[in-house]
């Protein structure tokens, strides 16, 4: 049965199981604690010494494969010993130290001398310590000759041997009820498995007289009667087959094979975790709520039915909950011989079931209602890399990790003072440790631009759904790959290469990466890393594979242009990656260096695309983002008036940006009745004509919607304008291909921008300028690496210098634009158009000759660093190397081009309005 509200360790109250806040009821705080080493070896000694101070057994296991040791937690419980796990070929000295504290006198090793060794025996006899094998041909004979230690039981669990998981979850059920776990193939039944089965089968001695109800007879009337046998098989058909499961039924029967004298249950679920929790939910003591009384040793066959077990009370009790990664075997296998001591269960979590645990837990475990009492404790088995706290936390509630309690691993260490600090103020702690009670319910972060070099210590603040670390000196992101309530992230200006950490965000809707040193988006990594491990795994696979939930990515190179080898390197090959993301609804790669764009056919949910300044031509993939409406195609002079041709189908256009490029024709752009805002700035464009019918509808804009209407008698005849003057405008129309000059004439070329509509770039200039000096200061820098910045600044100082010369510009035309206004005389209008024009010609030309000379003298500098280079040994490195000087090279000689191509042209553009301004002169 379904509940809609239920409890779990009297530490959940939740009011849907959708929910994700939490609150405390009323119940003591359990016990909390961690079992761990740095290795499987070493957490198996931290379980024993935890839960033994002295032992006449031990079970000794192989810890470098599973299948031997599945069926020994029974076995630990029944010699009430620990379980330690041993390499194959040899046994660590710190397991011979503990098995010399715990005073033990016999070890029972699991498994042949393929699994423990010889030598590791016979080095336990020259210790004075007796050794008992056992171990069969294979791991479902082991797990047979293990089964026969526990006598002529009436009860089997089964679990398949060709996998850890499911022994180890009903090896704690059995371990409990103290009966074997028999393993078994998925498809046949062993032979030494059906032998002993069939010695189960009759009851010898007269053990029993009555199968009914275990009542016993010593009378020997009853030899080769049947035992009425329970056997408990975990996993469905695909795991272990109806074929083996039709053995155990069809050897229970009476050698007629008619009346049944045992039956078997299946305990099944979809997955591994699943299985688990079930398990625990079907041996719980109360497993439909309520109180079985037990007449101490008197059995009936009522107490049988209300129970709905084999066993009167050896059940699981839920005082004591152990949690163990169910991504390895070895942690859960030395626990769950600590856990058999008190009956408790292990429950097994993975990277990604969180949430299914615990809606399993409130649902398959009903005695967890409002009656419910805490448990005494929670171990948690294995190291914070295999069993993170969040994890934890997320399965059993927030209480647990209340500062009142002791947790071994609950204090933060920071290595950045600075982070340290910061987080402090946040907290308001300053005279004592921090713990990660102290940050985990913090659901905002923001240190942008706070000199951050390390955030060692970010992976404690696990419910932190908004972070924003821009503006630092972050070089390493590792510490987030655990923030799964991460919804937005902003890492941008910083100096991350390495991304792949990012890439179990599973949550992520906003990510901010632009102004960092991202060349690669094939890496991602394990969100586990296993016990030996240095670091997470690193697995070639497209590091936005399951982010894909985002609906806003930020890749691109906002305003720094100088030093490229700080740059995000983002290629048309790295386009395929972005294909998964079919819900991203922004997309900014400004500043890469593009061709291609096929690869962002699939993203039709995008609404915002800017491709600025990214070397492309072709538009053609762009027809199919029949949701754009914003675009921004500016500063690629390879695209042309024909290359518009896609965008006539983006009928759901508002803004595009395509100033600064070599568009001369605006036909396919004609279409596009839903435009507000348009920049055609800086293109050689011959006729407004196509877009005249928006001059109503723009908003915004950078040319004039309205052409000034010529008169028939003004400038109708040549013989105003003097010869020289003629050729001059013959020239500059055969240059430009311009039909008539009088178009370009009385058009004016520019339109003055409201004062202070560069704030908010200056400001980010501003910002840009301070991280960069804060660089500076952190100090720690190579030679390479301070040039680089200090290139940097020196772009960002030309950036403001552009900007206000372009403001003074704005404001001289600004004067002439009112001017203009209330001019009424058809002559004094086109003098103030052709004086608006020369003024913005002359400062394009200006504008891009600086350009040109700051080309030019990058150039030589590069030019002039490869060949240092050259001369250096082979051995030589720094932080600019070959490869990044002549990407960049090549960067600034494609933008010298650009800049001498444009200068060209409004070199002409500046004779002509001169000319013209001649002409209205002298007439």
Excluded at 270 to 275: S, T, V
Excluded at 339 to 364: C, E, H, R, W, Y
Excluded at 489 to 512: A, G, P, V
Excluded at 861 to 890: C, R
Aim: net charge negative.
């Amino acid at each position: 049965m379904i509940r809609k509200k239920k409890y779990i360790l009297a530490l959940i109250l939740t009011a849907t199981l959708s929910t994700n806040f939490f609150y405390k009821v009323s119940a003591a705080f359990p016990g909390l604690k961690r079992l761990y080493g740095e290795d499987r070896y070493t957490t198996s000694l931290k379980v024993a010494q935890d839960g033994w101070s002295s032992s006449y057994y031990a079970i000794l296991a192989c810890g470098e494969d599973y299948p031997d040791a599945l069926s020994a937690v029974p076995l630990a419980k029944k010699y009430n010993a620990p379980i330690l796990l041993t390499h194959r070929n040899y046994i660590d000295s710190s397991v011979l130290n503990e098995l010399k504290s715990l005073q033990v006198q016999r070890v029972v090793i699991i498994g042949g001398a393929g699994s423990v060794s010889e030598k590791i025996v016979s080095e336990l006899n020259s210790l004075g310590i007796s050794t008992e094998r056992i171990g069969g041909a294979d791991r479902y004979e082991t797990s047979i000759k293990i089964a026969e230690k526990f006598g002529n039981v009436d009860t089997l669990t089964v679990a398949t041997g060709e996998d850890y998981a499911d022994a180890i979850s009903v090896g704690a059920a059995a371990a409990a009820m103290e009966v074997p776990v028999v393993l078994v193939p998925k498809n046949t039944m062993p032979n030494t498995t059906k032998e002993y089965i069939n010695r189960l089968r009759t009851i010898k001695s007269s053990e029993y007289s009555n199968p009914q109800n275990g009542q016993k007879d010593n009378t020997k009337d009853n030899v080769g009667a049947f035992r009425k046998m329970k056997v408990f098989v975990v996993g469905d058909n695909n795991i272990v087959s109806d074929n083996v499961v039709r053995e155990f039924e069809n050897t229970f029967k009476d050698e007629g094979g008619i009346q049944q004298f045992g039956n078997v249950e299946r305990i099944i679920g979809q997955d591994k975790y699943e299985r688990n929790i079930n398990i625990v939910a079907r041996f719980l003591q109360n497993y439909e709520g309520k109180t079985i009384e037990y007449d101490d040793h008197k059995k009936s066959k009522d107490d049988y039915d209300k129970t709905q077990y084999s066993t009167e009370y050896d059940l699981f009790n839920l005082n004591n909950i152990f949690i163990a990664s169910g991504d390895g075997f070895a942690d859960a296998l030395s626990g769950a011989a600590l856990a058999a001591k008190t009956k408790s269960p292990v429950i097994l979590s993975g990277n990604s079931n969180s949430q299914m645990l615990k809606n399993f837990i409130l649902d398959k475990i009903p005695n967890y209602d409002n009656n419910s009492t805490a448990p005494e404790y929670l171990t948690v088995l294995g190291g914070e890399a295999v069993m993170p706290d969040n994890r934890v936390n997320d399965i059993f509630g927030t209480v647990i990790f209340d500062s009142g309690v002791d947790f071994t691993n609950s204090s933060v260490k920071f290595k950045d003072k600075q982070f340290e600090k910061l987080v402090r103020d946040k907290v308001g702690i300053h005279d004592r440790e921090l713990h990660y009670s102290d940050l985990k319910n913090i659901t905002s972060l923001d240190l942008s631009n706070k000199g951050i070099g390390d955030i060692t210590g970010l992976e404690y603040f696990s419910g932190l759904q908004s972070l924003d670390l821009s503006y630092n000196q972050i070089t390493n992101v590792k510490p987030i790959i655990k923030l799964y309530a991460l919804e937005n992230l902003n890492l941008s200006h910083n100096q991350i290469m390495d991304i792949s950490y990012i890439s179990n965000l599973r949550n992520l809707k906003q990510l901010s990466l632009s102004d960092n040193k991202i060349s690669n988006l094939d890496d991602s990594r394990k969100s586990e890393k296993d016990y030996d491990e240095k670091d997470y795994d690193k697995v070639s696979q497209n590091v936005f594979k399951y982010l894909t939930n985002l609906t806003f990515l930020d890749l691109s190179n906002s305003n720094i242009k100088a030093s490229t080898s700080n740059k995000n390197r983002i290629n048309s090959g790295d386009l395929d990656n972005l294909k998964v993301l079919t819900n991203l609804v922004s997309l900014n790669l400004k500043g890469n260096s593009l061709g291609s764009l096929s690869d962002l056919e699939k993203l039709t949910s995008l609404k915002t695309l800017n491709l600025s300044k990214t070397g492309i031509s072709s538009l053609t993939s762009l027809e199919k983002l029949v949701n754009l409406e914003q675009l921004d195609i500016s500063l690629n002079n390879n695209i042309d008036g024909k290359d518009l041709k896609p965008l006539q189908k983006l009928y759901n256009l508002k803004y595009l940006d395509a100033s600064s490029n070599n568009i001369d024709d605006l036909t396919y752009i004609g279409g596009l009745t839903y435009l507000n805002t348009l920049y055609l700035e800086d293109n050689p464009i011959r006729d407004y004509t196509p877009i005249l019918n928006y001059k109503n509808s723009l908003y915004y804009r950078d040319f004039d919607a309205a052409l000034v209407e010529e008169s028939d008698n003004f400038y109708s005849t040549d013989s105003i304008i003097n010869g020289q003057i003629k050729n001059q405008i013959s020239e500059f129309e055969s240059a430009y291909n311009y039909s008539n000059y009088s178009k370009l004439k009385l058009r004016q070329l520019y339109r003055p921008y409201d004062l202070g509509a560069y704030n908010t770039k200056l400001t980010e200039l501003y910002k840009d300028r301070e991280w960069l000096n804060s660089q500076l200061s952190f100090g720690g820098l190579s030679a390479l690496q301070l040039k680089d910045i200090n290139d940097d600044l020196t772009s960002i100082e030309d950036q403001i210098a552009d900007i206000n010369k372009k403001d003074d510009m704005n404001r001289k035309v600004k004067d002439l634009q009112n001017q203009l206004i209330t001019t009424y005389t058809p002559k004094d209008m086109a003098k103030i158009i052709n004086e608006i024009n020369y003024i913005y010609a002359d400062y394009r030309y200006d504008d891009y000759r600086v350009e040109v000379d700051r080309c030019s003298r990058d150039i030589e500098k590069m030019k002039a660093q490869l060949q240092i280079i050259s001369m250096q040994s082979p051995s030589y490195s720094g932080a600019s190397s070959v490869e990044d000087i002549k990407y960049e090279l090549e960067q600034r000689q494609r933008d010298l081009d650009f800049a001498q191509e444009k200068v060209g042209m409004y070199d002409n553009y500046r004779n002509f309005f001169n000319a013209i301004s001649s002409v209205i002169e002298e007439n």
